[in-house]
């Protein structure tokens, strides 16, 4: 466990954040009286992030989306979509 201030943590982050991964131990920052424990994050099985799509594929699905709103009155689309975004939704106020 290391500890230092802050003032040389962040004069010095780039190393400090490469030291970090490489020897993955806890590093403690104080600050106007408080620690703060800084320490490398091990993703979990289900926040890890998808592969990047293949670029034909989304080619692809954008080859067959095209026309998908042909006769689609735009304006009363964007109209509907302004209502919609002001209601209020779980987790997320209007």
Avoid: C, W
């Avoid at 095209?66 to 735009?74: E, K, P, Q």
């Avoid at 509907?80 to 975004?85: A, P, V």
Wanted: glycine letters at 6%; a negative charge.
């Amino acid at each position: 466990m290391r500890k230092m201030s802050y003032e040389e943590f962040a004069k010095h982050l780039p190393e400090v954040l490469d030291e970090l991964a490489r020897v993955d131990e806890t590093v403690l920052v104080e600050k106007n009286g408080k620690m703060y424990s800084l320490e490398l994050a091990q993703p979990r099985a289900h926040e890890e992030l998808p592969p990047f799509p293949n670029p034909e594929e989304v080619r692809e699905a954008l080859r067959k989306s095209a026309g998908a709103l042909r006769g689609v009155d735009i304006d009363q689309l964007k109209a509907d979509l302004r209502i919609q975004r002001q209601q209020d939704s779980s987790g997320r106020p209007g």
